[in-house]
C-alpha cells in the first residue's frame, strides 16, 4: 500500500469484475452478457460514425440519444440522463441523492457495487438480509432511511418484485429517493418505468449491456422526475461533460430504436433459462426463481467451489460469491442452447 494513498482508499474494498479470460475459455457464463450479438442496425451505425468526426467532441447533452428513449417509454427528454453503463449511472445517483446521516437502504445479498459506492463516498448504509426464500422483504425498506436502492430483478438472485411491492416502497418513502435498477428487467420482471408520473422519488436505471448485447461498448440511462435528472446533470458535469462517446452515442439510440430485433432474443433467452433450470433441478440443484438473464443454482451434495473449479477445468467459466448464505450457490449467464448442453454435459461428468 503506497504512502501516498488517502485514507479512504486505504480502506476501501473496490469491486471485483468477473473474469474476462484471456486464454481459451469455450463457453463464457459468468458476467451476465448477451450470447448473441448487436442487431445489423446497431452494427451499421457504429459503422457510419466511425469516420472524421471523431476528431470532434460528442453532444454533451446527448439529446438526439435522450429523445430516442424518451420516444420508447412516451416520457420527455427531460426525464432521461445518458450515462457511460449503469454503473456510471449508479455512481452518480450515490453522489446526487445520498449523503451523511440517516443510512441508505439496500439487500445484504445484491449487486456488490452498492456498498463500494457507499464506502467510496462516505455514505452510511444498512445491508437489510434477505428472507428465507432469497426474497427482497419489502417491509423492511418502508422504515426511516437515508435513500433506497435494490436491483429487479435482484442480482445475483434473479428473483423479481412485483410492481405492486416497488410501489410499496415509493409511498413509504415520500421523502427519500428510491433507486431501481433495472439491469435485468427485460428478461421477464415488471419495469416500474410507469410509476415515474406519478412518483417524483422514483430514480429507474438502465444499461444497454444485457439486454441490448453493448456489454463491449458502455452505455445506459436513468429515468425520472426532471428535478432529479437535472441533479443527475449538474453531478455529471463536476466530473466530465462528454460521459458518451460518439459511437457509443449512436450505437445506442440505433439500439433503443430496434426494439423487436432484442425482444426476439430476449424470448430466447427465457426459454433457454427456463429448459436449463429444469435440467439443474433434475441434478439435484436448487435453482431459485429467476426472471434474468442467468440462474442461481446450488447442488444438494456438492459444493459449489468443487463445481466452479471443475467446470472451469472443462473450460466453462460461471461465477460464485464468497458471502454468508451464497457460498455454495453458482450464478450461471445464458448462452446460446448449444453453450448451455456443454453446461450440463459437464456438470454431469462432475456429479458422476
Request: charged letters at 25%; hydrophobic letters at 40%; a neutral charge.
Amino acid at each position: 500500500m503506497n504512502k501516498y494513498w488517502s485514507p479512504r482508499i486505504r480502506d476501501l474494498k473496490a469491486y471485483v469484475p468477473g473474469e474476462q479470460p484471456r486464454d481459451r475459455i469455450l463457453v463464457k457464463l459468468n458476467t451476465n452478457e448477451n450470447p448473441y450479438p448487436p442487431s445489423a442496425k446497431v452494427l451499421e451505425a457504429v459503422k457510419n460514425t466511425a469516420d472524421g468526426r471523431l476528431r470532434l467532441y460528442p453532444d454533451p447533452d446527448c439529446v438526439s440519444f435522450r429523445e430516442a428513449v424518451a420516444r420508447q417509454y412516451k416520457l420527455l427528454p427531460e426525464n432521461v440522463f445518458p450515462g457511460n453503463g449503469s454503473d456510471e449511472l449508479l455512481a452518480f445517483c450515490f453522489l446526487a441523492f445520498f449523503g451523511p446521516g440517516r443510512p441508505v437502504l439496500f439487500p445484504d445479498i445484491t449487486y456488490s457495487f452498492y456498498p463500494v459506492y457507499a464506502d467510496l463516498f462516505a455514505v452510511p448504509f444498512t445491508p437489510v438480509p434477505l428472507d428465507a426464500e432469497f426474497r427482497i422483504p419489502v417491509s423492511e425498506f418502508c422504515r426511516e432511511n437515508g435513500g433506497v436502492i435494490f436491483p429487479n430483478p435482484n442480482a445475483p438472485t434473479g428473483i423479481p418484485l412485483a410492481i405492486s411491492q416497488v410501489e410499496t416502497v415509493l409511498k413509504a418513502n415520500p421523502d427519500s429517493v428510491v433507486i431501481v435498477d433495472e439491469a435485468y428487467i427485460d428478461f421477464g420482471g415488471e419495469s416500474a418505468v410507469g410509476l415515474i408520473p406519478r412518483y417524483p422519488n422514483l430514480l429507474v436505471t438502465h444499461t444497454l449491456s444485457k439486454f441490448r448485447s453493448l456489454a463491449g461498448l458502455r452505455a445506459g440511462y436513468a429515468l425520472g422526475d426532471k428535478e432529479l435528472i437535472a441533479a443527475l446533470d449538474c453531478v455529471k458535469n463536476s466530473f466530465n461533460s462528454y460521459t458518451m462517446d460518439r459511437v457509443a452515442l449512436a450505437a445506442a439510440e440505433a439500439a433503443v430504436e430496434d426494439t423487436e430485433y432484442f425482444r426476439l432474443l430476449a424470448g430466447r433467452i427465457a426459454a433457454t433459462r427456463d429448459k436449463t433450470a429444469e435440467a439443474l433441478r433434475s441434478m439435484g440443484f436448487l435453482v431459485l426463481p429467476s426472471a434474468a438473464n442467468f440462474l442461481f443454482a446450488s447442488h444438494k451434495t456438492v459444493s459449489g467451489e468443487y463445481l466452479q473449479k471443475g467446470l472451469r477445468e472443462r473450460g466453462i467459466l460461471v461465477r460464485r460469491f464468497q458471502k454468508p448464505r451464497i457460498e455454495n450457490f453458482l450464478r450461471i449467464s445464458m448462452g446460446t442452447e448449444e453453450q448451455m448442453e456443454l453446461l450440463i454435459k459437464a456438470l454431469e461428468e462432475l456429479l458422476k
